[in-house]
């Protein structure tokens, strides 16, 4: 079975500061890593994902996020943030299974602010 | 490439009605996925098909949940006797492999 843990249920950060979502994943098998994002009153968006290879993967809007196996991590960074990146993002976990069904986490509320 | 649609977007019903979902996939997309996903939470896996192939079913999905995809393109969920607890966020996917397309959601509101 996956699990994904996002400790930070909300994060307020300033207009052009750098942010850093956390995530925490487990599971008894190899898995897929992916961070969503959310707008209100849309769908779920596609941020980036990691498969294999390099840890450290970019993605969308100039977000980043490093794999770290030994830590079970995929943290979310950006290095300066704007107001329109206000939103819900969730991580999530896909068993490399033939389902590749999503786990999600509970999702962190970035609030930017001026 | 119109994305993923899901219809209705909002849907309010009296508790013990049965309510209907539809979800229209990607074109060329074989997978489709339903979650589940409440105030506060991250959506939760229901179900999903591989073309008309319903392959498994979350325990979440309980006796009163029946979805379908007839031919292989749109996908129905249907909910049976809905409870309060029902009320939530029903979200459809599709995909061709693990990058998945998500719709806008029904809104389910049981009063």
């Known amino acids: 079975a996956q699990s994904v843990t996002q400790l930070d249920s909300q994060v307020p950060v300033f207009e052009e500061a750098p942010v850093e979502l956390r995530c925490n994943y487990s599971?008894?098998?190899?898995?897929?890593l992916f961070w969503y994002v959310q707008y209100p009153n849309q769908g779920l968006q596609l941020l980036l994902k990691?498969?294999?290879?390099?840890?450290l993967v970019k993605g969308i809007n100039g977000f980043e996020a490093e794999f770290n196996k030994s830590q079970t991590s995929f943290h979310l960074r950006k290095p300066s943030v704007h107001i329109s990146d206000t939103a819900e993002y969730f991580c999530?976990?896909?068993?490399?299974?033939?389902?590749?069904?999503?786990?999600f986490g509970s999702g962190t509320r970035l609030l930017v602010r001026p | 490439d119109t994305g993923v649609s899901q219809d209705p977007r909002h849907k309010i019903t009296k508790r013990g009605q049965n309510v209907t979902f539809r979800c229209d996939p990607i074109?060329?997309?074989?997978?489709l996925y339903w979650y589940r996903q409440t105030l506060g939470q991250g959506p939760e896996f229901l179900t999903y098909?591989?073309?008309?192939?319903?392959?498994?079913k979350s325990r979440l999905l309980s006796d009163r949940f029946s979805a379908e995809r007839p031919k292989g393109s749109f996908s129905t969920l249907e909910i049976q006797r809905t409870e309060q607890g029902d009320s939530a966020m029903y979200l459809c996917?599709?995909?061709?492999?693990?990058?998945?397309?998500f719709g806008p959601g029904t809104r389910l509101t049981v009063t």
């Open positions: 996917a599709s995909s061709i492999n693990y990058e998945q397309y």
């Open positions: 098909f591989q073309n008309e192939a319903q392959l498994e």
């Open positions: 599971s008894s098998v190899s898995v897929y």
């Open positions: 999530a976990v896909s068993p490399q299974d033939s389902s590749y069904k999503l786990i």
């Open positions: 990691y498969l294999s290879g390099s840890t």
């Open positions: 074109s060329e997309h074989n997978r």
